[in-house]
């Protein structure tokens, strides 16, 4: 099963667009967790069986795990979610970015070790840092394309020659990267005209969008402005909105409840369009 | 004692440009060393104590302890440097690129978890997604500018305006991410004409100039482009040639070689220009 057909399946099974992020900060977690065994393993279990049914992908960031020495935690939230919900693929954001015999590596760490269905990627080395995660076919690459944050603007809307740079990358993605139909883009929910943008040049491909919720993205305009024809083709993030719902022990009823609200506001919105 | 200051002063008491990459690849280590316990820190202690009075700075690749659950022997690996050759820089070669919050999940790990001297970043997101790194003003940020793969051409070599795109990523270093002087580029070794470009730009910023040895940059091109006036100002590295000059039980001492020779060769360039 390819990432590109479990992800199709995801969106019809669970009539859902909504991808869960999974960024622990043991800071913000229920009490009675944070003093247990495999804190970030247990919260991420509670909050994806409280979940599964509601959602198209899981996206473990990297860096929430990296920064605290959990990388063993990660490897089970990923290795628990392969098991019980086995039909949910699992995007590891990592945005690696690096020289070919190097990215081989991080294709390695991604697709063997931590047995992701899809990984993001940053396209700032160009064609041969990204072929070593384009290779495996049966896996989805997410490259950035056009990010939420400010900062965003710095490089990505520069203008190389009449079109801008994140609009080259979404070219190079529907022209060259996609061979094997396993590319996807990642176009931040804070600039929903981007958004539109992106899918005239891409097609059909999937595109990861973070910046709903916390980061102030408006749901209408994304579902509008990004979906495909047949009203998919949106894997919408959001993470802590969900995660952090409530900070008591109904931290995961409360996750599913704002899961399911994120879900029906999406779904509300690409009926109207 | 900060990034900038242990380096330039190992510049000078070591007579050294030459930065070691621990890029570590169990399969070509020798065979004594394969089946102890945590191989890889072995090896790069080995590779250490017999380079440390040979180099500026040891750039582990954080790709090749990812790829084999090796995070723990590279928090060794970089605690043993601190403590054995306290004067030698440690940078992560981890090239991390994320949205603020996330980003600074990365800093953490860099400059908490794994206490490197400096960090290699990714400018693909702009300014916010610099700034938590940036702002540990004793460590160092070395921002990717123009890499030494082919594929570096497809975003980095585009036309922003009348110059490059990495141009542009050398003007936005020089002018608003080095407020607390501690930023550096990446600039390839395959690629001198940019290398002169970069450093007309950045002044006497520091340049990681990986790419001589495998991937066969010229040492006596990178030394006349890129040397500041002073004779200094660069991070020449090499990691394979090194670490892999002999297969056999002398491979320490064969990676001193290694080092000692392309010290020399640096430094013969570098009093010639």
Same sequence: chains 1, 2.
């Avoid at 199709?8 to 229920?30: H, I, M, Q, T």
């Avoid at 015999?101 to 899809?118: G, K, L, P, W």
């Avoid at 998919?232 to 952090?244: A, E, F, H, Q, V």
Wanted: charged letters at 25%; a neutral charge.
């Amino acid at each position: 099963m390819t990432f590109m057909n479990k992800l199709r399946a995801a969106w019809k099974r669970n009539d859902s667009l909504v991808c869960v992020g999974l960024d622990p900060e043991p800071e913000r977690f229920p009490a009675h967790l944070k003093d247990g065994p495999a804190p970030i393993f247990q919260f991420n279990k509670a909050i994806i069986d409280a979940t599964a049914h509601l959602v198209c992908a899981y996206k473990p960031q990297f860096a929430h795990y990296a920064a605290c020495d959990a990388e063993h935690q990660l490897e089970r939230t990923i290795e628990y979610i392969r098991q019980k919900h086995p039909d949910i693929p699992v995007i590891l954001d990592s945005k690696r970015g690096d020289v070919g015999n190097t990215a081989a590596r991080y294709a390695v760490e991604a697709f063997e070790r931590y047995e992701a269905d899809a990984v993001t990627v940053n396209p700032y080395l160009g064609t041969d840092s990204l072929e070593p995660f384009l290779k495996y076919a049966d896996r989805g690459v997410v490259v950035l394309c056009r990010t939420s944050n400010p900062g965003a603007r710095d490089l990505q809307d520069l203008d190389v020659g009449g079109r801008t740079l994140y609009q080259k990358v979404a070219e190079m993605a529907a022209e060259r990267w996609n061979a094997n139909g396993n590319c996807a883009l990642v176009v931040g929910a804070t600039y929903p005209k981007e958004l539109a943008e992106v899918r005239a040049i891409v097609g059909d491909m999937p595109l990861l969008v973070p910046g709903v919720g916390a980061q102030g993205g408006d749901v209408e305009a994304v579902v509008k402005n990004g979906q495909t024809r047949d009203g998919t083709g949106l894997m919408i993030s959001s993470s802590r909105s969900i995660l952090y719902a409530s900070r008591g022990e109904d931290f995961a009823s409360a996750a599913r409840a704002a899961a399911q609200a994120l879900r029906d506001q999406i779904n509300t919105s690409r009926h109207r369009h």
